[in-house]
């Protein structure tokens, strides 16, 4: 693609990639450096951790056959509706999770904890494939509590204004806070935090990342977790300065030396003759907007000035006729209609 498009290896600052073993392979073959997607690495850091703890498999399961039971059924999906309106509640539709889907599965157990008041009316005149117990409903509860940071991170790395500094740092600080309501989902948060450090681990090591988060003023250096790792990514920082400063002094030298001119091309194909009628005509303009060069505006009472607006005085210039040396008044006898053959002021401007 790049040969394509005749884009040399120098111009790529980085090639973000999916997280394959053969697309990283084939960057570095081609020597470029390449970054896997972090969304996407982020995500399996979720998949991790639900699939690691029994009781949320078994949670996620009976959300998804609750689900799934309406989903296939449009008169159950009509009769909840009904059950909302009776209620005077918003209509709102269950989501169902699907794996290609990024954050999916926590959408799907929030949407079934907002309905669950009416999923319980629903139960009671009718018949469901399944129904949560009163623990698996507390265990989504925490599950969707601890896996809204991943959420708003995948968001937020998404976005148009994402930035490389944005990688980890928040997260591991709320991953390894240890609370109260951490009960049930020990093993889940566990698993999600050595997810993060065995998927993450290279992120201080990664120049762009120690580059970006070094330059960024929320973190600048006190986010690395040891010394080694902020003298890494200022010395990371200092060969990118130099590189920048080599390329701009390279682009100064080549811009400073004056490019050879051309002398212009005289007949040919393609190219006018110089005796054509399209030259003589390109002559003729240019003769003609030669401005024709005008006297010093003089008037007898020894006022002079430029133009209208550089007369240290108001002048009424209807009054004034030009005699070839100077602008003499109008004698009181003249009539206010002005002369055909002695051009006022304002005449002589509008003819400039």
Known sequence: MLAKWDIDNDKVHVVMRDNAANMKKAFADMGVQSLGCFAHTLQLVVIQGLLAQRSIIDAVANARKLVGHFKHSPKAYSILEDIQKDLHMPTQRLQQDVS???NSTQYMMLSLLQQKRLLSVYAADHDLPCMPSANQWALMEKAVVDLSPFEELTRAVSAATASAADVIPVLKRHLSREENTDAGIKTMKRTLLEAVTERFDYAETEPIYSVATLVDPRYKDRIFTSPDHQEFAKEALIREVEIMERKWKAGSEVSAEEPPRKSPRRGG????AANSSFVSLYDKILEGNVVESRPHIKFSHQRSCDSERSCPEAINLSQYRWTGQC???????VS?????NTPTVSQYFAQS
């Not at 602008?327 to 006898?333: L, R, V, Y």
């Not at 206010?336 to 055909?340: A, F, V």
Request: with cysteine.
């Open 327 to 333: 602008w003499e008044p109008d004698p009181p006898s």
């Open 269 to 272: 194909v393609g190219c006018a």
């Open 336 to 340: 206010n209609q002005p002369s055909k």
């Open 100 to 102: 290609v889907r990024w």
